[in-house]
């Protein structure tokens, strides 16, 4: 059962990933970025706010193979399970409150540290 609860957290990182990129780059970077107003005016914060913004989604992809390499029983820290899920828990939860409940980004990032918490308790 945990492999599962592993495999359905590291799911939920791709998807995150790929929501925050796409959605991301359409509501926020790409306006931001266009509007070349403060900061945007200059060319080298517009490429650093762009990369960094979709540096984020990489680095959930990454947190994907990690949970996808628990899931397939290949030896992973618990520490670094434990950091994923608890990480990403209570931020989702800090971020539920405060945008009360309007980013849509709360809710996957609940569910994967209560996958991933939940799939290390499973392990034990």
Known sequence: MADSLFFAAGV???????????????????PLVRSRSGPMGRPTSRQIARLAWHW???????????????????????????????????????DAVVTRGRHLGWPLLVLIGGLTLLALLQTR
């Open 56 to 94: 984020t989604s990489l680095l959930w992809l990454m947190v994907a193979g990690i949970l996808a390499s628990a899931g397939l029983g290949h030896p992973v820290d618990t520490w670094l399970l434990a950091c994923i899920g608890g990480a990403h828990l209570v931020l989702g939860l800090f």
């Open 12 to 30: 939920a990182c791709v998807a995150s990933a790929v929501i925050h990129s796409v959605l991301g780059e359409a509501w926020l970077i790409g």
